[in-house]
């Protein structure tokens, strides 16, 4: 009879402490979803060090996704930390297959990105009169082309050309640009016209840069006097951002309603992230 008491009360606190045990895990689990939550916002706010620091402590509590070495993996490549943003995409796709291949992919046009960086400040600082719209796209602004050259690239990069310009040799980006220039030059008081259409034709420049219709050389000595312009009609990064969105306005309306917010997004991690071409360039940097 004792015996059968003593397992019966054994049976009742072994109950007891497996709720304890589910109702602690399941707490914890939260903790570590909220850790994650948090640390997606830090990252959409540019605060990549706090959303590696809170994944890195949602792992520690046991929470195992793909979802969490992938936005911990994008905090570390905006760092430039990219040797740990390759250990935790690899590891997504590790948990959920395939989950990191497409980050993985942006990550080694990152890596490129950084290897070619422009060295010349008037030259980083030319880039960054693209940075709102290859913002947008996920591409980068340290390098002319802004992502990795190779074939696959070079061959999307013609077929966009091709698609949205008419454009597939040299003698047509010529034509388009001949035509941008005009275009330019003959606007007399429109200042955000001026912000979408030069922004514009330093973008076809990189883009055609990226296709092989311009040598690196042909590339500057088009952009350069497109960014000297730039510089001399605006007082600002933030200036200029407001006429290109009203530039861009005018020129599509479609386009401006159906993008507007993703370029609204890629302006405000431009502001907000201290990395970005326009917090490590000042606005009157020397463009000689």
């Known amino acids: 009879m004792r015996v059968d ?45 706090g959303a590696i620091a809170d994944c890195g402590e949602a792992i520690k509590e046991g929470l195992q996704s793909s979802d969490v070495y992938i936005w911990r993996g994008c905090a570390y490549m905006h760092v430039g930390d990219f040797k740990h943003a390759d250990e935790d995409f690899h590891k997504a796709s590790a948990l959920a297959k395939g989950s990191g291949d497409y980050w993985l992919h942006r990550l080694r046009d990152c890596e490129f990105d950084d290897e070619h960086k422009e060295k010349n400040a008037a030259h980083r600082w030319a880039l960054a009169c693209t ?52 275009k330019i030059k003959n606007n007399k ?67 401006y309603e159906r993008d507007k917010e993703l370029f609204e997004r890629a302006i405000r991690r431009l502001n907000q992230n201290k990395r970005s071409p326009w917090n490590e360039y000042a606005w009157n940097t020397l463009l000689n």
Request: hydrophobic share 40%; glycine share 4%; charged share 25%.
């Open 5 to 49: 008491s003593l397992k019966l009360a054994f049976l009742i606190a072994s109950s007891f402490w497996l709720q304890g045990q589910f109702a602690l895990s399941h707490e914890v689990g939260n903790h570590a979803k909220s850790l994650l939550d948090k640390a997606k916002s830090e990252v959409e706010a540019c605060e990549f060090e």
């Open 131 to 182: 940075a709102i719209q290859f913002t947008k796209d996920k591409l980068c602004s340290k390098s002319l082309a802004g992502l990795e050259i190779n074939e696959q690239s070079v061959e999307n990069e013609r077929q966009l050309l091709q698609g949205r310009m008419n454009v597939s040799s040299h003698a047509d980006l010529e034509r388009v640009l001949s035509a941008m220039d005009e």
């Open 189 to 255: 008081d429109s200042k955000s016209n001026l912000a979408w259409d030069m922004s514009l034709y330093i973008c076809i420049c990189r883009w055609g840069y990226l296709a092989g219709y311009l040598s690196d050389d042909e590339a500057w000595q088009l952009i350069m006097p497109k960014a000297k312009r730039i510089q001399q009609e605006f007082t600002s990064w933030n200036e200029f951002a407001e006429n290109y969105m009203q530039g861009r306005k005018g020129w599509d309306q479609n386009a």
